[in-house]
């Protein structure tokens, strides 16, 4: 330190003066004991400011004048210490009273005066100006020495604890630094790691700030709760009061007492409304037992939102899942082969199934080193089927880092969370009713809307905002859309499981959704794809049961996969259906002929003509035998047997259907009217499939001039005319138009369908086609080759389509090959 001042003063050092400074001086060690002893025994409290910065020109010491060791008495119960953001030169010298530094170092003497104004016997104070390389805000909080010595009454510390620093900092802040609150409360999933971050925040504070005692106390029950008081009673040597001899009470007196000095509580697993408020007119909660101390803080961590907000008011922290990094740190750690991460793409996919939950990664890590798996064998099982994930889930494990014998405290992630589900039906029954209607369905992307009705939409605000208080669902930001915890949603059906009310939640989620699940109009385009996935997932748990609802939800899923090009699942969910509805009604009953007219029409998209032709023939002979000549229904089977004709090339046949179709539908429906278009264009397609490109034309420019008028530019109905008017312009040789308007609704396409939709590689085929006639061989193939990559993903080797674009690539090839050739 001596020299680096000699040199900033641009002298030679005196020897005799840096002897005496040295480290290892006698002299200074005599005079250091002296001021202790002082110190000590009239209460002074010392301050230290450091300084942040070294200087250039200084060496050693990271530029620094005095060393950190230096620069404090190390004095733990009377020395606070806190960092200027300055260096040697500056301290001490602020430039007016709007100087940072300036306000930091009146701040310290102001809470040193006021902590001591009621004193008779004001100690004496010593502020030191040294040095300190970084700034840990940690020694803010002054005040007088303990009246006495701190207390660490505390569970040992997890070695294993991994990461949160960001959360431990803020807490640190909260709590210490800023003192902006005195209660603060940790919420968050059952087995997310509140306790863990809490007792590693009540050892860094028994660290940093050694003079302030730390009471831990479990608040799982009563008998914890009273257990942990008694211990603090015993160290303290509490006398009781002979008028009430109550622990509780003879603790919470003496906290709040002056004598106790500094202290942090921390009430641990606060989950319990009874435990912790009592039942009115019958018992006391501990509540009633908490110190309320201007020398105190208390620390809760609870699993549910509404009790935290009550004990902590808005100074609530929510805990989250681990970030990657601390996931696979974790994991690491507990496991006892560390060679078992070195594959990082399947560590990584295990986390994500396991949510990097701290509680299922440490359940994971003991199954892993009991069974001696590797850790691709416990992703395949996690992967395997629910019922797999929910047993893995299951299995209770050794954590002594949880209270042992406490339902709060399970093991198994499947299992801790049961007591809150059971909490919540008791307290909470309307959000109990929503979660498990929720565990039937997807966990991701709930649709408020798609949620069954209470009779009073507050009843609706307040159950989904239990939900969220309990961790169990977040909301995406301000949309109406919300998300599941993957492991709650797990957790949830072994609840229901355990309750052997699996099945009721089942069915009553199939007759919701018979009940509101959209027709596959374009309109409700956007609300079905959103519903969808939910409603699949109700017919994947549903399988079993044996009840209509389901089979109409099969109808009305299958319609909507066929629209938005999704054929093969289509098929299979309308093909459920039918049989269903074939082994229970008769022939010519509307919802078996309903669901017989639905296949057959999802039939021909997939290319099995013969068996689509079938179907609706039989459906055509039944209704016409049964409806009027112009009742839609008859109409619309008979419109699409005229589409199944084409496709089977039965032209002839086809035309005379929907010429009859047309002219009924003339009579009876507006020109704007969409069936009456439907029929007009399917009759312009037929049109020009037999040659009659004239008729076609003038058929399908009047359709395509009305849908531009009543439709958006997107719909598929004003699509599909537009497209087929320009294969009729092609085929008419109108290469001009063709390709314009083929571009036109490529662009749209493009906008509206996923690149595997039937339709668009449709349009793309087309215009490959057209191209190639108007002699733009190369933009041909480039355009055909992407389409048959497509097809070749997503279609079997012989279905009709693909077979059909391969031959027209070949073709395109060999005329491709000519041109270089001649070239």
Known sequence: MALNLSRLALQDSHKGIVKTLKVDSEVLDNIHGEFVKVAIARGIRIHSFQEGRGMSGVRGLHGKVVSDFSSKLDLPNIETIEGLDLDHRQMARCKDRSDENYRVIVRVLKQDLKRESSSTDLPIRSVQLTHQEQRPSASQETGTACATPPYYQL?????????????????????????????????????????????????????????????????????T????????????SIVLDPKKEDTKESVRRHLNSKSAGKWLLVVDNADDEVVLFGKPNESKGMTEYLPKSESGLTLFTSRHRKIAVSLASKDVVEIQEMNDKEAETFLGESLDKKIMLQDRAVTAEILNELTRLPLAISQAAAYLNVTLRSLQEYLSLLKNTEQETISLLSHEFCDDTRYPNSEQSRNAVAATWLVSFDHLRQSEPDAADLLSFMSCIEHKAIPQPMLPKFELKERMVYALGMLRAYAFITQRGDDENYDMHRLVHLGTKVWLGKHSTTDDWNTKAAVHFAE????????????????????????????????????????????????????????????????????????????????????????????????AVELLEQVVAIRRETLAKDHPDRLASLNELAIAYRTNGQINEAIEILKYVVAIRKKVLAEDHPGRLASQHNLAVVYWDNGQDREAVE??????????????????????????????????????????????VVAIDKKVLAENHPDRLASLHRLAVVYYDDGQIEKAVELLEHVVIMKRQVLAEDHPSRLLSERVLSKMYAKQRSKHTEE
């Open 699 to 744: 058929l399908l420019e009047h359709v395509v001039a009305i849908r531009r008028e009543v439709l958006r530019e997107d719909h598929r109905d004003r699509v599909a005319s537009q497209y087929q008017l320009a294969v009729t312009y092609a085929s008419n040789g109108q290469m001009k138009k063709a390709i314009q308007l083929l571009e036109y």
């Open 516 to 611: 509101i699940f959209p027709p596959d109009d374009y309109s409700n385009q956007a609300t079905w794809r959103a519903y969808l996935p939910h409603a699949i997932e109700v017919l994947r748990n549903t399988k079993p049961l044996d009840i209509e609802a389901r089979y109409d939800l099969c109808l009305y899923v299958g319609r909507c996969l066929r629209v938005d090009g999704r054929i093969e699942e289509a098929v299979g969910w309308l093909s459920q259906c039918f049989v269903w509805r074939c082994g229970r009604c008769p022939e010519d009953h509307p919802s078996r002929l309903a669901s017989q007219h639905e296949l057959a029409k999802a039939y021909l998209v997939n290319g099995r003509f013969k068996e």
């Open 155 to 223: 569970p040992p510390r997890n070695r294993r604890f991994i990461g949160r620093t960001e959360k431990l900092k803020e807490l640190e802040e909260k709590l210490i630094i800023s003192s902006d609150c005195q209660k603060l409360a940790l919420v968050g999933l059952g087995g997310i790691g509140k306790s863990q971050v809490a007792l590693e925040l009540a050892y860094a504070v028994k660290e940093r700030w050694p003079d302030r005692s730390i009471l831990w106390v479990p608040a799982v029950s009563r008998e």
């Open 225 to 236: 709760f009273e257990q942990a008081y008694k211990e603090i009673a015993s160290h303290y």
